[in-house]
C-alpha cells in the first residue's frame, strides 16, 4: 500500500478538527464551571444524597470533564502537528510514495540508457568526443534527478514511520475517558439514593489525568483568568502557574501569567499589613528566580572567547536590611542606605559581593568559586555603573581553567524591563576572553629549563666571531 500525504486535506482536516473540538472543550468548561458551582458554592445543598453527589462530582466527573479537554486538545494539537512536521521534515508539496518509486525507476532507465550510448561512442573509431561530453552531462543530471526523488522518498517513509509519536498521548487519555464513563454509568445505588465512589484502586486514572491537567495550557488560562476576576490563587496554584512559566518561557500566555503571579504576589504582601509596616519601616527582601542561561564558548590555541546569556525574573522590596532568596532558597543579605549599599550572596557556586553608591549608580563587584561550565574556580572583579534602565560591568577573571586561560576580561550588560512596581526582568549578556592557557604555560616552563643550556652555547659562538650555525 502507498504513503500518501496530501497537504491541503491534511490542513482542513486540522482546521475542521479544531473547529468542532474546540466548541466540544467549551461545553466542558461550562460543565466545570457548573459542577464548581455545585460542590463549592452550595452550603444550602446539603443531606446524604447531596454530599455523595458533590463527592461523586468532584473525585470522578470532575477528573472527566478534564480528560475529555486534554483529549480534544491532543487531537488539536496533534492534528495542526502533523502537516507542520511534515513540511519542516520532508517537503512543502504533496508527495505520493508509489508515485515517486516510479520516477525512480524511470531515471534509473534513463542513467542505463545514457551509459550504454557513451560505451557506443568510446568504442567507435573515431569516439566524437564532444558527443560523448554531452552525454555525460545529460547522465550526471539525470543521476541528481535520481538522487534527489530518493531522498524525497526515504524522507516520506522515515516520516510515516515517526508520525505516529505525534499522536501518543491521545491513546492514554482516550483511555481515561472510557474508564470514566464507565465508572459514572455504576455510579448510583437507587436503594440507598446516593452516588457511591469506585474503590481508590480504580481511580488511577483520576490521578493521572489530574496531574496532566495541573501541568496544562488550560488550567494555567484558568488560573490567569481567576486572578484577573478578582479571585485569590492558593500557594499550590501560584506554585503551579511559576513553574510553567520557568519551563515555558516562549508560552504565549507568558505575559498575563507573569502579570498575574505578580498581582498574587503583591496581594498577599498587601495582606498581612503588621508585616507590610515593618517591611516598610526597616527590612526588605530580594527574590529572583532564574528563566534561563547558556554559554557560548569558542576556543584556540591562543585564546578562548565566550558568550553567555542569562535571564531572571527580581521582586525587590524596599528596605535597608533585606533577605535575599534566589529560586525559592534563602541566599543572602543586603543592606541598603541608599548613598552606600552592600550585597552578599551565594548564587550558582559562587560567592558574590558587590559595594554600591548613591543608590547603585556604580560600584564595584566580585565574585569567587566554581564555574559549572569549565568546572573550574575563578575569581572576578569588576567596575559597574547603572542608570536604572540597564547596568554595564567591566572586569577582570582570574581562573584555574588550563584549557581555556588562567586570566581573562569580561564586560557584561544587563538590561532591566518593568514588569511592576516591585518585579523587573533582568536579561544579560556577558562578553568575555581569556588566555595564558595550559599550552602557554609548557612552552614557558620549556623556554625557562633551556634557555641555561641554550644561552652559554650561543655566547660561544658569538665570542668566537662564529656564525650561528643553521
Known amino acids: 500500500m502507498s504513503i500518501d500525504m496530501y497537504l491541503g486535506s491534511s490542513d482542513q482536516q486540522a482546521s475542521s478538527a479544531q473547529h468542532v473540538l474546540q466548541n466540544h472543550i467549551n461545553a466542558y468548561q461550562q460543565l466545570q464551571t457548573a459542577l464548581s458551582q455545585f460542590t463549592v458554592n452550595s452550603p444550602s445543598l446539603s443531606g446524604v444524597t447531596y454530599q455523595s453527589a458533590k463527592a461523586y462530582s468532584s473525585q470522578v466527573l470532575t477528573p472527566l470533564l478534564r480528560a475529555s479537554i486534554l483529549l480534544d486538545e491532543a487531537i488539536i494539537a496533534a492534528c495542526r502537528k502533523l502537516p507542520s512536521e511534515?513540511?519542516?521534515?520532508?517537503?512543502?508539496?504533496?508527495?505520493?510514495?508509489?508515485?515517486?518509486?516510479?520516477?525512480?525507476?524511470r531515471a534509473d532507465r534513463i542513467v542505463g540508457r545514457y551509459q550504454e550510448l557513451i560505451n557506443i561512442e568510446y568504442q567507435r573509431t573515431k569516439p566524437n568526443w564532444s558527443r560523448i561530453q554531452n552525454l555525460q552531462t545529460a547522465r550526471s543530471n539525470q543521476l541528481t534527478v535520481k538522487r534527489k526523488l530518493e531522498e524525497k522518498l526515504h524522507k516520506l517513509r522515515a516520516f510515516h514511520q515517526s508520525s505516529p509519536q505525534i499522536f501518543s498521548q491521545i491513546a492514554g487519555l482516550h483511555s481515561a475517558v472510557q474508564q470514566g464513563i464507565r465508572q459514572s454509568q455504576q455510579s448510583w445505588n437507587a436503594s440507598t439514593k446516593t452516588f457511591v465512589l469506585p474503590p481508590k484502586s480504580e481511580?488511577?486514572?483520576?490521578?493521572?489525568?489530574?496531574?496532566?491537567w495541573e501541568k496544562s495550557p488550560t488550567y494555567m488560562q484558568e488560573l490567569i483568568h481567576k486572578s484577573q476576576k478578582g479571585f485569590e490563587l492558593s500557594d499550590k496554584e501560584c506554585e503551579a502557574l511559576g513553574q510553567y512559566l520557568l519551563d515555558n518561557p516562549n508560552s504565549k500566555l507568558y505575559k498575563n501569567g507573569i502579570r498575574a503571579l505578580q498581582k498574587e504576589i503583591d496581594g498577599k504582601l498587601e495582606k498581612n499589613d503588621f508585616l507590610a509596616g515593618i517591611i516598610d519601616a526597616l527590612f526588605g527582601s530580594v527574590y529572583s528566580t532564574d528563566i534561563e542561561g547558556s554559554v557560548d564558548r569558542n576556543t584556540s590555541f591562543w585564546s578562548s572567547k565566550y558568550i553567555k546569556y542569562s535571564s531572571k525574573i527580581e521582586v525587590d522590596e524596599d528596605g535597608i536590611l533585606k533577605g535575599k532568596f534566589h529560586n525559592g532558597t534563602v541566599n543572602g543579605f543586603a543592606i541598603d542606605?541608599?548613598?552606600l549599599s552592600l550585597d552578599v550572596d551565594v548564587t550558582d557556586w559562587h560567592l558574590n559581593a558587590s559595594i554600591g553608591a548613591m543608590s547603585n549608580a556604580f560600584g564595584l563587584n566580585s565574585d569567587f568559586g566554581l564555574n559549572t561550565s569549565t568546572q573550574a574556580m575563578e575569581f572576578n572583579i569588576s567596575g559597574y555603573r547603572s542608570d536604572g534602565k540597564s547596568s554595564d560591568d567591566l572586569g577582570v577573571k582570574i581562573t584555574t581553567d588550563f584549557i581555556n586561560g588562567i586570566g581573562g576580561i569580561y564586560h557584561k550588560h544587563s538590561s532591566i524591563k518593568p514588569i511592576s512596581k516591585l518585579t523587573t526582568q533582568i536579561n544579560t549578556v556577558e562578553v568575555g576572553g581569556q588566555s595564558i592557557n595550559g599550552g602557554h604555560l609548557v612552552i614557558a616552563g620549556a623556554a625557562y629549563v633551556a634557555l641555561p643550556i641554550v644561552a652559554p652555547i650561543v655566547i660561544g659562538w658569538l665570542s668566537m666571531g662564529a656564525p650561528l650555525p643553521k
Open 203 to 212: 481511580m488511577k486514572w483520576a490521578e493521572e489525568v489530574n496531574g496532566k
Open 337 to 339: 542606605l541608599k548613598i
Open 86 to 105: 511534515y513540511r519542516s521534515s520532508v517537503d512543502s508539496v504533496d508527495l505520493r510514495e508509489s508515485d515517486l518509486v516510479d520516477r525512480i525507476a
